[in-house]
């Protein structure tokens, strides 16, 4: 029934960007906060954004200045937008639902598949 589907990944090369989308279904109490994290092989998995549903954000010091995470309430739907993309930003990224605004997977309530993004040199 609750459902997280991710799209907008991809390749792209070093510098470019990338605008990743989150469509929500199925929810029928208010979403606290939304966050996107990043799993790249081999690699602990780690919080990238976090929006509060009053607009707040908080993002990992990785990405601060490059990442803008947004959200459209009325269309359930959560974006990442990523300028400036280094090849350390390859992973899969995933949104989840999340209980506070914190970057902590341990607050995540539900999670999506995912997308790929992959950055090239």
């Known amino acids: 029934q609750v459902q997280l589907v991710e799209s907008g990944g991809g390749s792209v090369q070093a510098g470019g960007s990338l605008r990743l989308s989150c469509a929500a279904s199925g929810f029928t109490d208010s979403i606290y906060a939304m966050t996107w994290f990043r799993q790249a092989p081999g690699k602990e998995r780690e919080g990238v954004a976090v929006?509060?549903?009053?607009?707040?954000?908080f993002y990992a010091n990785s990405v601060k200045g490059r990442f803008t995470i947004s959200q459209d309430i009325p269309k359930n739907t959560l974006y990442l937008q990523m300028n400036s993309l280094k090849p350390e930003d390859t992973a899969m990224y995933s949104c989840?639902?999340?209980?506070?605004?914190?970057?902590?997977?341990?607050?995540?309530?539900?999670w999506g598949q995912g997308t790929q993004v992959t950055v090239s040199s």
């Open positions: 989840a639902v999340t209980r506070a605004l914190v970057l902590e997977a341990r607050y995540v309530s539900y």
């Open positions: 929006i509060g549903r009053d607009g707040w954000t």
